[in-house]
């Protein structure tokens, strides 16, 4: 075991994983002798030379497109997009390539592919560089979805997703790379040194995508959250008092129904908070299915909080940001509804 | 090679290898811009403006130039701009400089999230600026204030957006310095890459099928060139010949990635247009002369009627790529102090001292008095409040503005949010 951060967590399952496996090579724009903005693929170039990790033309198109061509040919490419707001150019191939390789051509042809990007705001990056744009892909079939929120799952599901024989997109909320945040921005922030989900295994191993992790018991009420919002949610319960069980989804696609059901008959209430615009989102596909498989253990409507149908603004970033307090309320409104 | 060992090599192919271009000195080696050729000044011919692009296709490859070493106009793009005209691009320039010096400071100083300067890139967008007629529009990047400082836009305003304040013309949404304004030519700045390139074709055909007079002005780094949007560019302008001006910055950096990697084996960004029947020009982007007699020709081209041209301005990103960026990481400290095109600023001025209408006293003059003023301008944006401090936009500006009408259910979360 070491203590890292997330980017540490998640450079070192793509080290594990290109020392075990020569078919994986990683490329992206700044990723090679830089070593990426954020610093996750910092010495990989160095270690495993030009061809197995380098530097692209600024080309989300042209990163995935080449991607899903060496995955074809039987490589196991794992691409950095800079910020998940800079997919759009590469959606087109996500959508209708790589997510249907297998299904269209019978399995002749698959796509072993992760696309790695960070996801959500809570950096004052305005609407270019704090997008969560998960719906996007959970709305498309053929993709799986993923979005740790510590390193030690960061890593294990890294390495999940890399030896995932189909197209895995790994959202990394950035606001969590060096630390977890609860959305109290004038706090001091707390290192993953200090936090227990900092201590990450050393070498190989996985966890399962399509497993949710239940990071607080409770009787009151169910939260459902990924990413940064696991951190949101908790302070939420912990300063309203209110007895919450929280869940942190982890993966999106393939969903982990089996323990959000079972969450949702024990407490009877629900609550859906994530970082994206309201409508259309991933919330609302939860809250669906929450009301398909509990109905008759409902108690109370089921209540999303999340980020407002705007574009993400930069001045009034914490307006936007579904804060502890945000989240707090509906927690409130649902145990008392 | 012998004929047992040729047919060898036919029959049994050599493994293949990937090539990865690498730039030539990373950190900790000598800056070396030998592989840069630079031709003289004045060396380049001027073509008339009607010219077939196909008999201009070497200055794609060269690089146009006026002033040279002795601080001297040369050649046949030199002579089209007044005394007066030329000191008011250098003090454009110096106050560009100057502003960006100021606003580096207050970011360090916790006043904005964010800031992206300009610096050893003040001519091309100050020169460019002075070629275009009312009614343009520039479709530009981050790095183009000077089209805003060269149109007479209002510094305050420009820092009220770089401090998300309550005067902040676009209520705090957009990132700093992602200026907009219709009035002076500048489009609103998106923040993600190459998007807009194809947008000023489209604007410019609109004057087009308009039967107008405007013309756009199409904006873009070296890097993302690489974009599908710069292709579809180039591939609309020429078949429509929309009246376009397809700008490409080449400051050699794009983050940490050095030109080679979007350039690839095109000799040159200008030889981009080439393939597209574009007449396409290269030019010194820290000669404000050469750059405002290509901008002038190319604007020209496109009032006439005569379609798009594409223009590369061969220059340095001296500075950081943004306030989030530490170049000393991937290039060599040093490496601006060799870049053999010297320094726009530097370079305006010795022509100016040569010409007899400037000394280097009136220069310090001209620095201090451009200091003063952006001071000046710098506290009454402060006035008006900063990122974290005073005055800021209302989180109702948030809701306002996503569509012409609110929608119920936007008017519905405005409430849910209290404001």
């Not at chain 1, 191993?205 to 951190?231: D, E, I, N, Q």
């Not at chain 2, 060269?150 to 401090?163: E, I, R, T």
């Not at chain 2, 405007?214 to 010949?241: C, M, N, P, R």
Request: hydrophobic share 40%; aromatic share 8%.
């Amino acid at each position: 075991m070491a203590r890292m951060t997330m980017i540490e967590a998640i450079r070192d399952a793509m080290d594990v994983m290109m020392a075990r496996d020569e078919r994986v090579v990683v490329f992206g724009e700044d990723v090679g002798y830089f070593g990426g903005v954020f610093r996750c693929t910092a010495g990989l170039q160095q270690k495993y030379g030009k061809t197995r990790c380098f530097d692209t033309p600024i080309s989300e198109a042209g990163i995935v497109g080449t991607a899903i061509g060496m995955a074809s040919y039987g490589l196991r490419p794992c691409v950095e997009i800079q910020f998940a707001d800079y997919m759009y150019p590469a959606y087109d191939q996500i959508v209708s390539e790589a997510a249907r390789l297998r299904y269209r051509s019978n399995g002749e042809f698959t796509c072993p592919l992760v696309i790695r990007m960070p996801t959500g705001g809570g950096i004052f990056g305005g609407q270019t560089h704090s997008q969560s744009p998960e719906a996007l892909f959970t709305h498309v079939a053929g993709l799986k979805t993923v979005v740790p929120s510590n390193p030690y799952d960061a890593k294990g599901l890294l390495i999940s997703a890399i030896e995932d024989p189909d197209p895995v997109i790994f959202l990394e909320p950035k606001r969590l790379y060096n630390g977890p945040f609860d959305g109290h921005h004038d706090r001091p922030i707390t290192p993953w040194s200090k936090h227990e989900l900092g201590e990450v295994p050393s070498g190989h191993f996985v966890l399962p995508l399509g497993k949710a992790s239940v990071v607080r018991t409770g009787s009151a009420v169910t939260v459902l959250a990924y990413g940064t919002m696991v951190y949101v949610a908790q302070a939420a319960a912990t300063e309203t008092g209110i007895d919450a069980e929280i869940i942190d989804l982890r993966t999106l696609i393939p969903l982990d129904l089996e323990t959000i059901a079972a969450s949702v008959r024990k407490t009877g209430r629900c609550v859906v908070v994530h970082e994206a615009t309201l409508t259309s989102g991933f919330g609302a596909e939860l809250a669906a299915l929450v009301q398909e498989s509990c109905f008759f253990h409902l108690e109370a409507p089921i209540t999303r909080v999340t980020g407002w149908d705007t574009p993400y603004p930069h001045a009034q970033e914490w307006d936007y940001f579904p804060g502890p307090a945000r989240v707090g309320r509906a927690l409130v409104e649902t145990v008392e509804a | 090679m012998s004929s047992q060992e040729l047919r060898k090599v036919m029959s049994e192919p050599e493994p293949l290898s990937l090539h990865v271009p690498e730039p030539a000195v990373r950190p900790g080696g000598n800056p070396d811009f030998s592989n840069v050729k630079i031709p003289r000044a004045g060396a380049v011919p001027r073509p008339e403006i009607d010219v077939d692009p196909e008999t201009i296709r070497e200055l794609a490859f060269s690089i146009i130039r006026v002033l040279n070493r002795n601080g001297e106009a040369v050649g046949p793009w030199a002579g089209l701009l007044s005394d007066e005209e030329l000191i008011e691009g250098m003090r454009h320039m110096m106050t560009l400089r100057t502003f960006d010096a100021r606003m580096l400071i207050a970011q360090r100083q916790g006043k904005t999230s964010f800031y992206m300067q300009h610096l050893g890139e003040e001519a091309i967008s100050c020169a460019f600026r002075k070629a275009l007629s009312p009614g343009d529009m520039n479709f530009p990047t981050y790095r183009q204030a000077g089209l805003l400082i060269a149109g007479g836009y209002s510094m305050v305003d420009m820092m009220c957006q770089v401090y998300s304040n309550s005067r902040d013309p676009l209520k705090g949404r957009q990132l700093p310095v992602m200026y907009a304004s219709k009035e002076h030519g500048f489009f609103t700045i998106s923040g993600n890459l190459a998007t807009q390139y194809v947008q000023a074709v489209g604007w410019a055909m609109a004057s087009a099928i308009s039967k107008d007079t405007k013309i756009a002005a199409a904006w873009i780094g070296d890097g993302s060139t690489a974009e599908s949007d710069f292709h579809a560019a180039l591939v609309f302008a020429s078949t429509y010949k929309a009246p376009v001006v397809l700008n490409i910055v080449n400051n050699q950096w794009a983050i940490s990635t050095f030109q080679g990697i979007a350039r690839g084996g095109s000799g040159t960004f200008a030889a981009r247009g080439l393939g597209f029947g574009i007449p396409s020009l290269r030019v010194d982007g820290n000669d404000y002369l050469a750059v405002h007699a290509a901008a002038k020709w190319a604007i020209e081209r496109a009032r006439r009627n005569l379609g798009p041209t594409l223009i590369e301005y061969v220059t340095y990103r001296v500075g950081a790529h943004s306030t989030s960026d530490d170049p000393s990481a991937y290039r060599p400290k040093t490496e601006s102090d060799a870049w053999p095109l010297g320094d726009p600023i530097i370079r305006l001025k010795n022509h100016l001292i040569v010409k007899g209408v400037w000394s280097e006293e009136r220069h310090k003059q001209t620095e201090a008095e451009i200091l003063d003023t952006v001071i000046a301008a710098q506290k009454e944006a402060e006035s008006y409040g900063t990122l974290h401090a005073g005055g800021k936009p209302s989180a109702r500006d948030m809701f306002d503005r996503v569509y012409a009408e609110m929608p119920p259910h936007l008017r519905r979360q405005r409430q849910q949010a209290g404001v």
